[in-house]
């Protein structure tokens, strides 16, 4: 298959013929020779309530993981990391010493082991989970923007870049979030970011074509609005992001919660999302029976205009599913495409997260990211937007986020 198949074959991969990607491994390259990693981490913990996220993501660039069901060895090294806050049930000193990796007192000293110059070949920031204070819009302030910038503090002085991946959003702060972006330009080295869910299993399998014309588009998620908004919305955007003439950012954008939710919906203005909702939530068993409106616990509704004049609706329906949904009208076609990506049960634990490794190292390995930043640049700042909105209690015109670019052919997604 194109894209993920691309990616796995690129890396020496053996297909079966099972109708899926299954392969076996040619025998790995020694530790000596993989690309070394700094991981940089807010924290690392696992105590079964909490994986954290520097656990699902660096925990399998140190034992293995699991892309399209092929049981891949690490292809890169971990040795050194750097971790902000160490609560009392830290993993990263015991992993540490099973793995013979560093852990350093600074981001600097991460980077450059110990020495005075640059001495790793690609840099991990996991800039989620940890104790850190919520601002008056109800914003995390997890320090990704201030994590980099000690990176690149290192990048300036050494005259020398490596790449560089960045979990989640970018930032809280749209101006912090651009900023980032900014420096991978000014200084040319590769950046890529974002969740695990655009690499995801999606069931029903489902790759948008591209060039595809759409005339509306919604996706659905769960959890709090911050952390999972993120997810619901890059959900959304890796779709849309294909549609003919390729992204050129957001117009506006507007927060609705409560029974504004189903007012909206229920519109002139929201109807067209009504079809959309109801395909969106029947791809998932996690959908409980009746109206969202009956089960939903503090509904959520980020309404988004494109500046292409799309209209794209992201609900938020905690008590009715649990699930990261996508459904959208195409022109010519009578009913809507849906999917559900990931989080199905009976399938390997936390799979969206082989996925995202995958494209990891992928990216560390070559120096060639697999999705262009930009996803992740205009996601950061719709939801930033969206907060606003919601701090002000109106629809907030973007004209900052007229962010253009091209969603590449191949899509990454995991096929079992």
């Known amino acids: 298959m194109q894209n993920y198949h691309a990616a796995l074959t690129r890396r020496q991969l053996l297909t079966a013929g099972t109708g899926l990607l299954g392969a076996s491994l040619v025998k790995p390259q020694s530790s000596s020779k993989k690309k070394t990693v700094a991981a940089i981490v807010t ?3 696992d105590d079964r309530s909490l994986k ?22 690490p292809r890169t090294h971990v040795v050194s990391m750097y971790t902000d806050q160490v609560p009392a049930n830290d ?29 790793v070949d690609a840099v991990l920031i996991v800039g989620e989970h940890g104790n850190y204070p919520r601002n008056e819009k109800g914003q995390k302030l997890y320090p990704r923007y201030e994590l980099m910038e000690q990176v690149v503090d290192v990048f300036h002085r050494d005259r020398r870049v490596v790449p560089v991946f ?49 005339e509306n588009a919604l996706a659905v998620g769960y959890g709090d609005v911050d952390a999972y908004g993120f997810h619901t919305l ?3 955007q890796c779709m849309v992001e294909r549609r003919k003439g390729g992204e050129k950012g957001v117009a506006s954008v507007q927060m609705l919660e409560g029974e504004d939710v189903w007012k909206w919906r229920d519109s002139a203005e929201g109807s067209w999302s009504i079809p959309l909702l109801r395909a969106a939530l029947a791809t998932t068993p996690k959908t409980k029976p009746g109206n969202p409106e009956q089960n939903a616990v ?11 004049r799309l209209q794209a609706a992201v609900y938020l329906l905690n008590g009715h599913t649990s699930g990261f949904l996508f459904s ?16 199905l049960e009976g399938g390997r634990p936390l799979v969206h997260f082989d996925g995202l490794v995958h494209c990891i190292e992928e990216m560390f390995i070559t120096g060639q990211p697999l999705y262009p930043v930009e996803r992740t640049l205009l996601t950061s700042g719709v939801l930033s937007f969206l907060f606003e909105s919601r701090y002000q209690k109106k629809r907030i015109q973007t004209p900052d986020l007229k962010i253009a670019y091209r969603a590449p052919r191949d899509t990454y997604f995991q096929r079992a």
């Open 43 to 45: 924290m690392y913990t």
């Open 298 to 308: 503090k509904p959520v509704l980020f309404l988004l205009e494109y500046r292409d």
């Open 234 to 236: 890059e959900t959304l």
């Open 91 to 119: 993993l990263s000193r015991g992993l540490a010493e099973k793995h013979q990796f560093k852990i350093y007192p600074t981001v600097g000293e991460a980077l450059c082991l110990g020495g005075d110059k640059l001495a």
């Open 52 to 73: 954290s996220r520097a656990s699902v993501i660096v925990g399998r660039m140190l034992e293995g993981y699991s892309p399209n069901n092929v049981q891949t060895e």
């Open 328 to 343: 959208g009208k195409l022109k010519g076609k009578a009913d809507p495409v849906a999917t559900h990506c990931g989080f």
């Open 166 to 214: 960045s979990d989640k959003h970018l930032s809280y702060s749209w101006w912090k979030a651009e900023r980032m972006v900014a420096w991978s330009k000014e200084l040319k080295f590769p950046l890529m970011a974002g969740s695990s869910i655009p690499v995801t299993v999606r069931v029903p399998k489902l790759e948008v074509p591209y060039d595809a014309e759409f």
